[in-house]
């Protein structure tokens, strides 16, 4: 079980709402080499059954991270992701070799960022560009297990994913958030300043479902590559969807805001759900040890 990066913090805001030594691990918020700001305007709203953000990656950069949030993140005890973000592959590079030099466990590389020397369009959304910010950041970070986190954006997620494991990927992570929007009809206007915003939770776990399903059958030739699936998760029996469609591990986002121990629960919710019907191996369904998990064999 893993915090989804952007809506754990830096895991020590959840201090006393839940007990985050009992995760896998936490992904931090998207990390870029220089502090951000973030985007302006309506950063969060509510639509039937998900949540719409425009947090923009809001964060003190690298550097700041290291010094100041790492220490405290670590003595939670579950493993610490970098959440990986940057603008252009110079700025993903630097960034992955200062975390292959501090205490992190592993990069989650987002590549749902846009890449300002295409035009603005998403690196995840092409395969040759996923291709090179997943090769560089590789090059770049050679200690440190890789994640790519897709995005479900793209028109072929499959090609994409196999495009980054050629490019030195450990394991995939999907699915970020869905393009969307929401116009506010009293003003007018789109809610968001940058109109388009990232659409999670309940509303987009079933076609999540199916892209995890789909990235399983499109691996059955790379099966030492984990999937790590993400999209709306709310309950064990949501997480144990995943499970049983390929993934090896899972992420939680937008169900901690609404209720902060969701994360313990599922943990409790999965182990309930083994010790019923005699399944032994945790590692196997892959709540904790995610790396060493592999593909569950009951698919
Ligand atoms: C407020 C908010 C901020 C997010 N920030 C990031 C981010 O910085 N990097 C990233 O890779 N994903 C980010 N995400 C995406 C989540 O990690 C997750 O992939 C997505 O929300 C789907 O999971 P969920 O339905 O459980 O929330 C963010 C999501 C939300 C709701």
């Known amino acids: 079980m893993i ?40 950063r969060i709203w509510e639509t039937p059954s998900g949540l719409l953000n425009s947090i923009g990656l809001e964060n003190p950069g690298i550097p700041a991270f290291i010094e100041g949030e790492l220490p405290r993140l670590r003595k939670l005890g579950p493993a610490v992701i970098a959440n990986l973000a940057g603008s252009d592959l110079a700025e993903y590079a630097e960034g992955a070799a200062l975390l292959d030099s501090s205490s992190i466990d592993m990069i989650e590389l987002n590549i749902s960022c846009p890449n300002v020397r295409a035009g603005g ?90 892209m995890v399903w789909d990235l399983w059958e499109a691996l059955r030739g790379s099966p030492g590559i984990p999937i790590i699936g993400t999209g709306g998760i709310a309950s064990a029996r949501d997480a144990l969807e995943f499970l049983m469609a390929g993934a090896a591990a899972i992420q939680v986002g937008s169900a901690t805001f609404a209720h902060p121990p969701a994360m313990n629960e599922i943990i409790a919710g999965i182990a309930g759900y083994m010790k019923n019907r005699r399944i032994k191996t945790a590692a196997g369904i892959g709540i904790r040890a995610w790396g060493a998990a592999g593909q569950i064999s009951f698919i």
Do not use: H, Q, W
């Open 121 to 210: 369009m998403a690196f995840g959304l092409d395969r040759s560009a996923a291709s090179e910010v997943t090769g560089a950041v590789r090059k770049a970070a050679p200690r440190k297990p890789l994640i790519v986190k897709l995005s479900p954006n793209a028109g072929d997620v499959a090609a994409v994913a196999l495009a980054c494991v050629e490019a030195g990927a450990d394991a995939l992570s999907l699915v970020n958030t869905f393009r969307a929007m929401a116009i506010d009809t009293g003003r007018r206007r789109p809610v968001f300043d940058n109109v388009s915003a990232g659409l999670s939770g309940p509303a987009i776990r079933p076609i999540a479902l199916r």
């Open 3 to 42: 915090a989804a990066s952007g809506t754990f913090g830096y895991g020590t805001e959840y201090a006393g709402l839940m007990d985050a030594a009992a995760l896998g691990g936490i992904c931090t918020k998207g990390l870029t080499l220089r502090p951000r700001p973030g985007n302006t305007g309506v």
